[in-house]
């Protein structure tokens, strides 16, 4: 069955850093697509930033330059490392899966992210 | 301002029919057949319901239902029952931009 578990969210002031964590069972993350998508409140999802199993990485504009995306095939993982964060970077930050053809259909449970002084 | 336009509402009444249409440009919606609907319900994770316009994953009732024409996409509910009550989003593949969202619909079941 395949389960993906996010951590690593919480309350941190603009400018800082944060990293996000994926955990992933059930299949291998080296051999999939992944992404991280948000949910701004009360808005609608946004796509983040995504890693291929070729290693080619792509980011949407918003974050391009500020977060990065990466894995950890040893530990089944899928990390975002974001920097110079914004008040607009508030979301829940979601962990996915591909599995369908252009769409995505395994998703973790979100972890929240506050950025605010 | 999302990529997509969807109207932020939607209603029906038990065991009838409701249809969420989903606009976009010739650069996603039109431009590919990879328009995908997800569901959630409040406080939860977005589940896939139908990919590539009309395509339905292994589990998901058909009820559901998606189509396409131009460059808007539509997702029909038919058969309304209370557990479909949630928000509805859709998704299309939108070339070097990867993947665009509509800002989401509420589906209310009366």
């Known amino acids: 069955e395949v389960q993906l578990v996010e951590s690593g969210g919480g309350l941190i002031q603009p400018g800082e850093s944060l990293r996000l964590s994926c955990a992933a069972s059930?299949?291998?993350?080296?051999?999939?697509?992944m992404s991280w998508f948000r949910q701004a409140p009360g808005k609608g999802l946004e796509w983040v930033s995504m890693f291929n199993p070729d290693v080619t990485t792509h980011y949407a504009d918003s974050v391009m330059g500020r977060f990065t995306i990466s894995r950890d095939k040893s530990q089944n993982m899928l990390y975002l490392q974001m920097s110079s964060l914004r008040a607009e970077d508030t979301a829940v930050y979601y962990c996915a899966k591909s599995g369908y053809s252009y769409a995505w259909g395994y998703w973790g449970q979100g972890t929240p992210v506050t950025v605010s002084s | 301002q999302s990529a997509l336009t969807q109207p932020p509402s939607a209603s029906g009444s038990p065991g009838q029919s409701v249809t969420i249409s989903c606009t976009g440009t010739?650069?996603?919606?039109?431009?590919?057949?990879?328009v995908s609907w997800y569901q959630q319900h409040p406080g939860k994770a977005p589940k896939l319901m139908i990919y590539?316009?009309?395509k339905r994953p292994s589990g998901v009732p058909d009820r559901f239902s998606g189509s396409k024409s131009g460059n808007t996409a539509s997702l029909t509910v038919s058969g309304l029952l209370p557990e479909d009550e949630a928000d509805y989003h859709c998704s299309s593949h939108a070339g070097s931009k990867y993947w665009v969202f509509g800002g989401g619909t509420k589906l209310t079941v009366l």
């Open positions: 590539e316009v009309n």
């Open positions: 059930g299949f291998s993350v080296s051999n999939s697509y």
């Open positions: 010739s650069s996603d919606v039109g431009g590919y057949n990879y």
